[in-house]
Every structure is written in structure tokens, then in C-alpha cells.
């Protein structure tokens, strides 16, 4: 990073990205597969990944409430993988010694009954569902670098899914849609109440970055009416919470949501990331859509970074940057996270693009 050409700390370089203000240099944010960064070492990377990359944002805590805290009952295992009943109460199928997509097997919570007799006791027996003590000490040291700081949580829908599977909750979404509305409020209520407390132990986020996929590659995996209706008025009273509390909303989702984003707007979202471009999402076509009212974080291709192809990748960023660099509402992430197919010299091209670039 070229330190004579920044003038902003990082927390009032996000915040005015995010307000789409007047700033020094593009934010910057990514996620390397752990198979990434043990190729990168072997061809030269050595050292901490987010302070190489300059990383303006970081995690306080994660709030992702769970009915049965701590299980892990390993079901079977074999010389790869491990069939696993964990804390959400499904069963899966994990790889042993690298990084990759769980096998769904089966999720236990498949009625109403179950839900109401078993899971919803189960999430709302504990008072908060993280170490308070640990994200006030993650806080204080994330402020005193002057890093953007934020809460991270999955949301409602990802927890149903999580719960419930994508069979059962699409389903239950047109069947019993009531069910649905509680499953999500009660979610939501666990979440806020989580941040809450980590505010009530002194600090003071800049934000909340909330995780949850409502998008898979062709599309929402419901109608914007469905949205509006079940799960949307929860993603509002997050935006509200973050908002009344001097906070921005970053929300995240794979897949193709573009129908929804005038519906994400109007959650009080200020960002959307990460802009999967596989799924068509592509910040040239949506910042002239959008830009005046989102920031954009990410749509990095990685399919692109994983030809390895100078020419291609330099338009990748290039034209990326410039997109979202227009409306000074632009932060630097990929398109997902960086697959190990992406060599080192890759990644280092790609963000020296953004230096080089990158700065207004």
C-alpha cells in the first residue's frame, strides 16, 4: 500500500465508502480459501493475510444462535470425510482435511411439532449465544488499529434453511407461511439480542454485516412478494436496529438476487455483498441502476482470477473498479472468496490493480 497516498484511517475510509462520500482509496476485504493461502505459501506468501492485503474492515463477533451449543456427534467417518450431527441439529458430511461445501443429509427439525417442542426451547433457553467478554476484547483491539468494526450474524432464512433444509423451508414458505414468520422473528429477536449485549458491555461497532444466501445461481429462491412478506420485515427491523444505533448494514448473499434488491434497499441495506458474478450479478450493470442509493462490495470474478490470464484479469478489475469507483461507493472483495486455483503472482497482480487503480 502506498502510504503517502492515504489520508484516511480505515474506519473513516469504510464509513464514507459506504455513504458514497468523498475518500481517499478504495476499501479493501477478502477470503482465501485455507487450500488457498497453503498454495500461496508455497510459492512465497509469508505472513498475515489481511495485514498484507491492508484490510480496512474487521469482525467483532459472530451471532449465529444454534438449539444444541457445542454438539458435534460424529455419526460415521471414513479415510476422507466425517458424517457429523451438529449444533443446528442437522446431519452432514464434512471433508477431513480441506475446505469445501458440506453434504446435506438429513435435518431433524422437519414440523412444526419439532420446532415448537424441541427447537425453538432449545434456542431461547440461553440468554446470548456468544462470548461477550471475547468481542469486547476483538472490539478494542480492532479500534485502537482504527479498523471499521462491525457485528456479524447469519439471518433468518439462512437459519431456517440451517434448521430445516431448503426442501422443508421452500415449502413451508407457500404451505404454512405463519410458521415461517416465527421461525423468523424468533431468529431475529436471538440476533439483536446478542447485539445488544455486546453493546451493552462498552462497544461501540460501526456496523453489522449480516450473512445470509437468498439466491442461488438463476435467481431468489422465492418471489419478491414472498420476500416482502416472510422474511423481509425481519431483515427491516435489522436495518432499523443497526441505524437507530448510528451503524451501517452491509448485507451478504450468493446467488442472483436481482429482483430483490429494491426490496434490499429498502431494508435500510447500504451495501450489498459479495456480488456473485457467476450468478450474473455485475456492478456495471448495477451501480447505474442503484449507485445512488447502494454501495457495492466485491463481484470480483473469481472465475476469471482462476485462468490465470493476465489480459482477462486486468479487465476484470479494471472495469470493476471503474464501475464502482463512479459513485464513490466502491469496496474491493471477490466475487465469493479466492479458490486455490487462483496461483499467488495472480492474486498479487490483482491487487496491485487495485492500488494502481483504486485510489481517487
Known sequence: MSANKTTLTSRERVNRALSRQDHDRVPRQDGPWPETLERWKGEGFDGDFDQWLGSDLRNVCWSWPKPFPGQEEIISEDDETRVVRDAMGKTQRTWKNKFGTPEHISFDCDSQEKWEQVYKPGLLSHQVHLDVTEARKSYDLARSQDKWTHLASIESFEAIRQLMGDEVTLMSMAEDPEWIRDLSITYTDLVLRDFDAVLEAGAEPDGIWVFGDIGYSRGPFFSPQMYRELIWPDHKRMGDWA?????????????????????????????????????????????PQYGDRLSFFGNID????????????????RSKLEAGMSTRGYLYHSDHSVPPGVSWETYQFIVELVERHGYY
Do not use: W
Open 243 to 287: 441505524h437507530a444505533h448510528g451503524m451501517k448494514f452491509i448485507y451478504h448473499t450468493d446467488g442472483d438476487v436481482r429482483p430483490l434488491i429494491p426490496s434490499l434497499i429498502d431494508t435500510g441495506a447500504d451495501c450489498l455483498q459479495p456480488l456473485e458474478a457467476k450468478a450474473g450479478m455485475d456492478i456495471r450493470e448495477l451501480v
Open 302 to 317: 473469481m472465475t476469471v482470477a482462476n485462468t490465470n490470464d493476465r489480459e482477462r484479469v486486468e479487465h476484470e478489475v
